[in-house]
């Protein structure tokens, strides 16, 4: 067994919160160029001008991209060999949360009860996916979520009938009906397969992979491909505008499911999508 101190996983998850609300990662912001560099709007292409000056901006003053700073959500591989020693693990990714978002100057986004939506001042809980792997390691990837494009985010129950053009139907329908209410342009996690809360998350993992990254099942890199030509038809454009760049990429991830379904989710996120990660 290896040990693993608490305090090395509040220290990465305190920087990485401050990290990835201020440094666009490197596959966003190249497409956000190439798109600037291909929109057929004017005014499309000044705001792709204004979302890359701001993402220059944010890295050089160290200051949040957006101000929704978001909900962080946290997917953490542990190793079986692993033994977190000096505290809770869910105790320490939570206290690495708070002081990111204190010591940094994140916005506090999150109330305690969705009911009676007292603020918690610390931007705590966070909300973790824990999976237990082979080896001695901990892998954590952090991206903190906005809900301008959350809110438009869907899960459908399709039945296997309606096949691969009811999935591919499906997602343009919620990319059409979330139009410029995600701060387009956009970045679409799609998960397909597992059962109702498994393509949730799916959908949100998909938002992890580097959008310059195809699936490495063909067929579904393929339909990556055709979804994002589809998308980017749709005329929204940036901020709901109007032009050819409504989508930077479309991310999908599958999973086994049930004879008698065809679980889907679409987990929208907008050009300020974030991530960091580390392995300890
Ligand atoms: S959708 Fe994205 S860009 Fe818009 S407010 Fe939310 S985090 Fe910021």
């Given at each position: 067994?290896?040990?693993?101190?608490?305090?090395?996983?509040?220290?990465?998850?305190?920087?990485?919160?401050?990290?990835?609300?201020?440094n666009?990662n490197?596959?966003?912001?190249?497409?956000?160029?190439?798109?600037?560099?291909?929109?057929?709007?004017?005014?499309?292409?000044?705001?792709?001008?204004?979302?890359?000056?701001?993402?220059?901006?944010?890295?050089?003053?160290?200051?949040p991209?957006?101000?929704?700073?978001?909900?962080?959500?946290?997917?953490?591989?542990?190793?079986?060999?692993?033994?977190?020693?000096?505290?809770?693990?869910?105790d320490?990714?939570?206290?690495?949360?708070?002081?990111?978002?204190?010591?940094?100057?994140?916005?506090k986004?999150?109330?305690?009860?969705?009911?009676?939506?007292?603020?918690?001042k610390?931007?705590?809980?966070?909300?973790?996916?824990?999976?237990?792997?082979?080896?001695?390691?901990?892998?954590?990837?952090?991206?903190?979520?906005?809900?301008?494009?959350?809110?438009?985010?869907?899960?459908?129950?399709?039945?296997?009938?309606?096949?691969?053009?009811?999935v591919?139907?499906?997602?343009?329908?919620?990319i059409?009906?979330?139009?410029?209410?995600?701060?387009?342009?956009?970045?679409?996690?799609?998960?397909i397969?597992?059962?109702?809360?498994?393509?949730?998350?799916?959908?949100?993992?998909?938002?992890?992979?580097?959008?310059?990254?195809?699936s490495?099942?063909?067929?579904?890199?393929?339909?990556?491909?055709?979804?994002?030509?589809?998308?980017n038809?749709?005329?929204?454009?940036?901020?709901?505008?109007?032009?050819?760049?409504?989508?930077?990429?479309?991310?999908?991830?599958?999973?086994?499911?049930?004879?008698?379904?065809?679980?889907?989710?679409?987990?929208?996120?907008?050009?300020?999508?974030?991530?960091?990660?580390?392995?300890?």
């Open positions: 067994m290896r040990d693993i101190n608490v305090n090395e996983i509040i220290d990465k998850i305190e920087k990485m919160c401050i990290s990835a609300n201020c666009l490197d596959d966003i912001y190249g497409r956000l160029r190439e798109c600037a560099g291909c929109e057929k709007s004017a005014v499309g292409k000044d705001i792709l001008e204004q979302c890359i000056k701001n993402a220059d901006l944010a890295k050089e003053k160290q200051k991209i957006c101000q929704d700073t978001g909900m962080a959500v946290i997917f953490m591989e542990v190793g079986q060999e692993v033994h977190i020693v000096g505290g809770s693990l869910t320490a990714v939570n206290e690495g949360v708070r002081r990111g978002y204190i010591n940094g100057y994140l916005r986004s999150i109330v305690s009860d969705p009911l009676l939506r007292v603020n918690t610390d931007n705590t809980p966070a909300v973790i996916h824990y999976d237990i792997v082979e080896g001695d390691k901990i892998k954590i990837d952090l991206a903190p979520k906005g809900f301008g494009s959350e809110n438009m985010s869907k899960v459908y129950m399709l039945k296997p009938s309606d096949g691969i053009e009811g591919k139907n499906a997602v343009i329908d919620c059409e009906k979330a139009g410029p209410n995600p701060c387009p342009p956009m970045v679409v996690g799609v998960g397969g597992g059962n109702f809360e498994l393509c949730a998350k799916l959908a949100k993992k998909a938002l992890l992979r580097p959008i310059n990254e195809s490495k099942t063909e067929y579904i890199a393929d339909m990556e491909k055709e979804l994002l030509e589809r998308a038809n749709l005329g929204i454009g940036p901020q709901g505008l109007g032009g050819n760049t409504t989508v930077l990429g479309i991310n999908i991830e599958t999973y086994a499911t049930h004879i008698a379904g065809l679980p889907l989710a679409v987990n929208i996120s907008c050009h300020v999508t974030r991530h960091a990660s580390c392995i300890i």
